[in-house]
Structure formats: C-alpha cells, structure tokens
C-alpha cells in the first residue's frame, strides 16, 4: 500500500527525530512540525500508519511511536517530582499521582520492557546510600501495587499521607522499611497502612564536573 504524501513526511520525521535525540517524537512534536491542524490529525494518520505496518506504538505511553527497522535508545519516562531517602515527605494524592510531570527523563530503552508503565523521582536524603542510591539521584520505578521481600519501593504512608524509599519487608503484624544506611532506623507500619507506589528498576546519576 502506498503511503500518502502527509504519513511520508510524518515517518521521515520520526526516523530524523529518533536518529538526532535518541527517543520518538510525541503527537504535539510531529503536529507542530509538518503543521497539521490538531492532535487529532496527528492520530488519524499514526493510527493509519500502524494499521499499514509502517510503524508500531505502545498504548500509553507519550513517546511510544517506533519506524519499522529504527531502534529506540532511549525511553522517556515522567519525572513526578521528589521522594526522601530519609524522613517520610509529603507527595501527590493518589489520584494526581500520574497524571503531573514536572518534567522527563531519558533512561535507555533496553532497560524498561515495553509493557512496564514507569515514572521517575529525583532523591532527597542518604538513607539508601549504602544501596548506590545517594541524596540527587534519579530513581525510575515500575508503577505496582506489589513487590517482593527485599526490593526498593516507593511506600506510601496511609496515615501521614506521605512516602518514602526504603527497601521493604514483610513481617508477623508489621510491614519493616529498611534503610540502607546504618545510621538510620527502620520504619515500622501496620500492613493495613502502608500502600507501595512502585518498584524501583533504575538509578541514574548525575555527574557534575566543576570547571577550573
């Protein structure tokens, strides 16, 4: 099937977008770049592309749009804000957790699964320092409800209404927050008050170099 003038500039653009930064186009980027009228357009004619196999998408997911046979390097994942690495700080209800990005972040994309829905926060504290996770860092987190024994998690505190990073355990009556740092205390919560947010699947670092 011949694609149309229009969905061939959409493709070259895609294919020059993902070469120069590394990462898909969102629809506002290809809509203000070949000029079309609205989003809506945009997704007339991506939707047209996909049903013709020049180009996949991943449902959700801003920057998800990949030219058959052009890679992505990276991912673009939604920096929501801040979390402590040391007292619990306030954050996002529930409700508003999503759907607010102060900004994004690239993280390769051999490393997020195309199924995993995930968010980033930057890290205020040293209480996971002795887990490579230090005050600055950028966590990237599977957005889940569970987790297992032993795994970095955003937990959210039902009482306070605030969360933490800390490394969680299960125990008889309690739920055991774990620093990774010796000179902290673990938190202790009832298990009925204590709700993961996410897991933890990437650090990135920042490295600052000061100039002479």
Same mark, same amino acid.
């Given at each position: 099937?011949?694609?149309?003038?229009?969905?061939?500039?959409?493709?070259?653009?895609?294919?020059?977008?993902?070469?120069?930064?590394?990462?898909?186009?969102?629809?506002?980027?290809?809509?203000?770049?070949?000029?079309?009228?609205?989003?809506?357009?945009?997704?007339?004619?991506?939707?047209?592309?996909?049903?013709?196999?020049?180009?996949?998408?991943?449902?959700?997911?801003?920057?998800?749009?990949?030219?058959?046979?052009?890679?992505? %390097?990276? +991912?673009?994942? $939604?920096?929501?804000?801040?979390? /402590?690495?040391?007292?619990?700080? !306030?954050?996002?209800?529930?409700?508003?957790?999503?759907?607010?990005?102060?900004?994004?972040?690239?993280?390769?994309?051999?490393?997020?699964?195309?199924?995993?829905?995930?968010?980033?926060?930057?890290?205020?504290?040293?209480?996971?320092?002795?887990?490579?996770?230090?005050?600055?860092?950028?966590?990237?987190?599977?957005?889940?409800?569970?987790?297992?024994?032993?795994?970095?998690?955003?937990?959210?505190?039902?009482?306070?209404?605030?969360?933490?990073?800390?490394?969680?355990?299960?125990?008889?009556? %309690?739920? +055991?927050?774990? $620093?990774?740092?010796?000179?902290? /205390?673990?938190?202790?919560?009832? !298990?009925?008050?204590?709700?993961?947010?996410?897991?933890?699947?990437?650090?990135?670092?920042?490295?600052?170099?000061?100039?002479?």
């Amino acid at each position: 099937m011949r694609v149309s003038d229009t969905r061939q500039r959409i493709v070259e653009f895609i294919r020059d977008f993902v070469e120069q930064k590394g990462y898909a186009p969102t629809m506002g980027e290809v809509q203000t770049a070949l000029g079309l009228s609205s989003k809506s357009l945009v997704e007339y004619h991506l939707k047209a592309l996909e049903e013709e196999g020049v180009i996949t998408r991943e449902p959700q997911v801003a920057r998800g749009i990949e030219v058959s046979g052009v890679g992505r %390097r990276a +991912r673009a994942v $939604p920096l929501l804000g801040t979390i /402590a690495a040391g007292e619990p700080i !306030p954050v996002p209800t529930e409700d508003t957790w999503y759907s607010v990005a102060h900004e994004t972040v690239e993280v390769p994309a051999e490393t997020l699964p195309r199924q995993v829905q995930a968010y980033a926060l930057r890290v205020k504290g040293t209480s996971m320092i002795d887990a490579f996770v230090d005050d600055g860092d950028i966590v990237v987190l599977e957005a889940t409800r569970t987790a297992e024994n032993g795994e970095m998690v955003a937990a959210w505190l039902t009482d306070s209404q605030e969360t933490t990073l800390k490394k969680l355990y299960r125990e008889p009556g %309690r739920i +055991r927050l774990q $620093p990774a740092n010796r000179s902290m /205390a673990p938190i202790y919560v009832d !298990p009925d008050k204590v709700r993961v947010q996410g897991r933890v699947i990437a650090v990135l670092r920042k490295y600052f170099v000061e100039s002479l």
